[in-house]
């Protein structure tokens, strides 16, 4: 990871445009290809970020983070206007955040039946991998198409944007060109709702007790 402190500008262009003035700022690049432009405030969230897979170019007093996005090509431009300190050190390998256990028994409750997720669902593996983590649930659906399901307590749009990077991975293998996403949880908050709307991603609030037969399952689908 490296982790640059510098007075500098920022300019993405891409599916949007924006414009950072002339700040402090801490500029995070992981080993992953992430670049995460942070602020002191604004709480754990960046100002703006690329995630991966992404090029990164260190030039004269600049540094450019390029991602391919479909057809076009996404952009961040930093112009560095004075450097106040940089640090460079390699983390090794994550031993990976471990589910609570809501999540971990509502993936175990899941994966005994998918169907739950959707009418036909069945599982072909549980803790897919990729190249960013793994897939929750790999599953295969009434047509024999994929479908990765990402199951969390609490469905946020940090959790449609984790479902997103594992997609773009997956999609990369033309055997799973045509994978689709579904976030599980037992509670869709309205925004993740609406992102995954927007991202032509499924969403499912299911109950664990309900899955467990300790009560009447309650299950609410919501599909782009």
């Known amino acids: 990871m490296r982790l640059v402190v510098a007075r500098c500008e920022v300019t993405y262009t ?13 500029l995070v690049f992981k080993a992953d290809g992430s670049v995460l432009v942070h602020a002191d405030s604004g709480g754990y969230k960046p100002l703006n970020w690329m995630t991966p897979p992404t090029v990164i170019e260190d030039g004269e007093g600049t540094i450019v983070v390029r991602k391919r996005a479909g057809r076009s090509e996404d952009r961040l431009e930093i112009r560095v206007l004075e450097l106040l300190a940089e640090f460079e050190h390699e983390l090794g ?11 971990r028994h ?39 198409s994929w479908v990765a399901v990402e199951i969390k307590r609490v469905g946020t749009i940090e ?15 033309p055997a799973l060109a045509g994978c689709r996403g579904v976030l599980a949880a037992e509670t869709v908050k309205p925004q993740a709702r609406t992102l995954c709307e927007a991202r032509g991603l499924g969403c499912v609030e299911v109950d664990l007790a309900g899955l467990r037969g300790e009560r009447e399952p309650e299950l609410t689908l919501f599909e782009a």
């Open 14 to 26: 891409g599916r949007l445009n924006a414009y950072l003035p002339e700040a402090i700022r801490l």
């Open 93 to 103: 390998e994550d031993a990976g955040l471990e589910k609570d256990g809501v999540e």
């Open 159 to 173: 959790a449609v944007e984790q479902l997103s990077r594992y997609l773009e991975v997956l999609r990369r293998d």
């Open 106 to 144: 509502l993936q175990e409750a899941l994966a005994d039946l998918p169907g739950a997720v959707e009418a036909g669902l069945r599982l072909v593996r549980r803790e897919w991998p990729t190249d960013v983590g793994p897939v929750d649930l790999m599953c295969r659906d009434a047509d024999d």
